[in-house]
């Protein structure tokens, strides 16, 4: 079984700077991509970002392009959030997910546990 780690998440102020990194252990998996969504309080799971191992562009919510970059280590099997210019609306559970099967379907993603981004003004 795959197991997906998060890190890095934390309190800041509208401006700073924070780096998530979630790291996919485990034993005979492939991965074809690697990403990131949000929950915040009382709204749906969004898509933030996301990045495949195969090459091309990332992909990126219109709501945080310019801000946030994804980027990868595919020897460590890790992805990483930089986000910059964070703002309140920000503020959300950020949850790492991963296509461990090559359907390239969300709803056939793993996820990690969450960590809790807060962003105040």
């Known amino acids: 079984q795959v197991q997906l780690v998060e890190s890095g998440g934390g309190s800041v102020q509208t401006g700073d700077s924070l780096r998530l990194s979630c790291a996919a252990s485990?034993?005979?998996?492939?991965?074809?991509?690697m990403g990131w969504f949000r929950q915040a309080p009382g709204k749906e799971r969004e898509f933030v970002a996301a990045?495949?191992?195969?090459?091309?562009?990332?992909h990126y919510a219109a709501s945080v392009e310019g801000r946030f970059t994804i980027s990868s280590d595919h020897a460590k099997n890790t992805v990483y959030l930089q986000m910059n210019s964070l703002k309140p609306e920000d503020t959300a559970v950020y949850y790492c997910?991963?296509?461990?099967?090559?359907?390239?379907?969300?709803?056939?993603?793993?996820w990690g546990q969450g960590t809790q981004v807060s962003v105040s003004s």
């Open positions: 997910g991963a296509d461990f099967s090559g359907t390239r379907r969300v709803g056939d993603w793993s």
């Open positions: 990045i495949s191992w195969s090459g091309g562009a990332p």
């Open positions: 485990g034993r005979n998996f492939r991965t074809y991509a």
